[in-house]
């Protein structure tokens, strides 16, 4: 799709179509109502402005919409409408041994546990041992800087989502 289709659809085609970039749905009315867009430059801008001027519950809202990484059957089944882009962003998990795909287990349910919300990580192009070091050194952190976290790594799955959307 170009920028000139997804300026092209109706508000409620195009709400859908942001929907499968993020899955916060007050990011995707505000971002939604701000269209036409004249370059593609302008849109991702104004998605990263919107996604930090949300609220906590709203970023929460956003990070259901993803599997836990490893989770290839919520991949299959719960997420089918980003399901390609998922496993293309958690790709290197398929590769991962059993030892690495058990602490990712382990470390997710710990993280929800403490955080409320599942690990957060803009997987693509990170190894599942990359992405196991990053949950282990996150799990450390106090809640209110976490959200902060989680949060920017949500902003750049956002972003890469755009660009694929206008691939």
Avoid at 13 to 29: I, M
Wanted: charged fraction near 20%.
């Amino acid at each position: 799709m170009t920028l000139s289709d997804l300026n092209a659809l109706s508000p409620a085609a195009r709400a859908e179509a942001l929907a499968t970039c993020c899955g916060a749905t007050a990011w995707v009315a505000a971002l939604d109502q701000q269209f036409p867009f004249d370059s593609a430059a302008a849109l991702y801008e104004a998605a990263e402005r919107t996604w930090y001027n949300l609220s906590e519950a709203d970023w929460r809202e956003a990070f259901t919409h993803h599997p836990k990484i490893g989770d290839v059957k919520a991949l299959q089944v719960k997420f089918a409408s980003t399901a390609t882009w998922a496993a293309g962003e958690q790709g290197a998990v398929k590769q991962a041994s059993q030892e690495t795909l058990a602490a990712l287990a382990a470390g997710n349910e710990a993280y929800e546990l403490k955080f409320g919300y599942i690990f957060i990580v803009c997987a693509t192009g990170k190894s599942a041992d990359e992405m196991l070091a990053l949950l282990q050194a996150r799990l450390p952190h106090e809640p209110n800087q976490e959200i902060h976290v989680a949060m920017g790594e949500q902003a750049k799955i956002t972003r890469l989502r755009l660009e694929k959307l206008l691939a």
